[in-house]
């Protein structure tokens, strides 16, 4: 099934590099308050692109400017290789995009919905409706088609803002925060849509997202933004890779922070990231980072508690993932 314009001529592997998202030197301000500050970023084409961050680090400022929504205070990019400043009418012709809150008319039919945003962007009507057949079998809503929006639970809903997404064949498509909120059996179905769209027709997805899990598994590359700056980029696995051996996780009660500047002074130590387990009880979580397999570091690691007056009440081990790498280069969890 065609689902967007084909791809021409060369295998990716062939073709020279190709952008089809430019950043450079992004910023945009609000009065005195830097939203972006300086963003750097190159999508390639084909690619899906993650862009992590907490809340206001500047992510959906960053998508707001790159589909035409915000201008930047300064800086460029480009979009299907068009300015997103100069050229914005074009560029909104290239794109595809689901913002992070629903926007559907909720008294019209799916399919209603689907042919005014296709009559807005001047489809031919054998065109619309060729389009809207398939999308609808891809997001499997043929059996809601044609009810009112508001009778569709979340996912479908979703589901809805993706096909109407893709309607007008675009070169990129942006995801922001594509299954907030949704169950895991929705979700994964998102995911699947997306996945196949980049293996079937070399679309170039940008997508935001708070689950971690997601991004490792889907992205090609994923860069972290955190107070308005990309503060880490990189493959999933090179990411976690240089993360060290292992992550080992102690909760205990007592003098955390003492415990914490001792443990950023031993070099087998890769990073040191706090987090607040229970409000309730005091404990706390102290993330440890190791240049080497946990076995060794256990005892040594209890020692600086104990001399730290850091109670431990449990310590476990894990292989680094891509949600310690977060926490490594901002310091808190996503949903803080």
Known sequence: MNLT??????????????????????????????????????????QIYALLGPNGAGKTTTINILTTLVLPTSGN???????????????????GVTFQETVLDKSLSGRVLLDVHGRLYQLPKAEIKTRTEELVKMVELEEAIDRPVKTYSGGMKRRLELARGLMTHPEVLFLDEPTLGLDPQNRDRIWVYIERLKIETGLTILVTTHYMDEAEKLADRVGIIDGGKIVAEGTPTELIGAMGADVVKV???????????????????????TLQLDATTLVQDVQIGLKTQAGRSLKPIIDLAEKCEFSVVDISIKRPSLNDVFLKHTGRRLRD
């Open 77 to 95: 990019a480009r979009v299907a290789g068009l300015d997103v400043v100069k050229q914005a009418a074009e560029v909104r012709r290239r794109i």
């Open 5 to 46: 314009q084909p791809i021409s001529g060369v295998s990716h592997a062939q073709r020279p590099r190709e952008y089809s998202i430019e950043v450079n030197n992004l910023v945009k301000t609000y009065d005195t308050v830097r939203a972006v500050e300086g963003v750097n970023l190159r999508v390639e084409k084909g």
């Open 251 to 273: 909760s205990g009660t007592g003098g955390r922070e003492r415990f914490v500047e001792a443990l950023q002074r031993q070099e087998w130590v890769s990073f040191v990231g």
